[in-house]
């Protein structure tokens, strides 16, 4: 193996954009094709998947460090501003929020969470608006939940009361109108 330092060590949390936050396993050298390589070897609990993600495409595929204390502090904040609700097609918006929550990009997802949020007492949502809030409020639960070295359902508990606390107003303000 090389003698560079590696972006990542065993034990670290990491986020990979489309799947969320994994923890990285070993590093290992395998040969592939003829080529040695050095490969991160992922492990994703919730999907019960493991992912070799080599070295030196680490940077090309977006994978990261968890946020910084700053990020999340902003990816919070965004969960109690106002729903943004375009008056696009439901199949074009979908598609959005699925490329934000694939971004990896916590702020974006906590945007996604945020605008379709709906309180116990607002209208039903749609199945596949419910698919989506779901995923993007998991991925931002996990990242948070490693961040702050709990589980994913406190996490999780802990953004649905901030979006219960601030989202009523809004929409009360919503049927003022």
């Given amino acids: 193996m090389t003698a560079k330092a590696h972006a990542f060590e065993v ?3 990491v986020v990979y954009p489309k799947h969320g936050v994994g923890r990285v396993m070993e590093l290992l050298e395998q040969e592939i094709a003829g080529m040695k390589m050095e490969l991160y070897v992922l492990r994703f609990e919730k999907e019960r998947m493991t992912l070799r993600v080599p070295v030196n495409k680490v ?4 994978m990261r460090k968890l946020s910084s ?4 502090r902003e990816a919070l904040d965004t969960l109690k501003g106002k729903p943004k609700v375009k008056r696009t097609m439901w199949s074009r918006r979908a598609q959005e929020y699925e490329a934000k929550i694939n971004s990896g990009d916590l702020v974006s997802i906590a945007e996604v969470t945020r605008d379709l949020f709906r309180a116990d007492d607002q209208p ?3 199945y596949s608006e419910r698919q989506i809030f ?4 998991s991925r931002l639960a996990r990242e948070l939940a490693a961040m702050e070295k709990t589980d994913e359902l406190a996490a999780l508990q802990k953004i649905l009361a901030i979006l219960n606390e601030h989202a009523p107003k809004y929409y009360e303000a919503a049927a003022a109108v």
């Fill in 11 to 13: 034990g670290d949390y």
């Fill in 59 to 62: 940077e090309a595929i977006g």
């Fill in 69 to 72: 204390d700053k990020t999340l």
């Fill in 124 to 126: 039903e949502q749609s």
């Fill in 134 to 137: 779901e995923a993007a409020s």
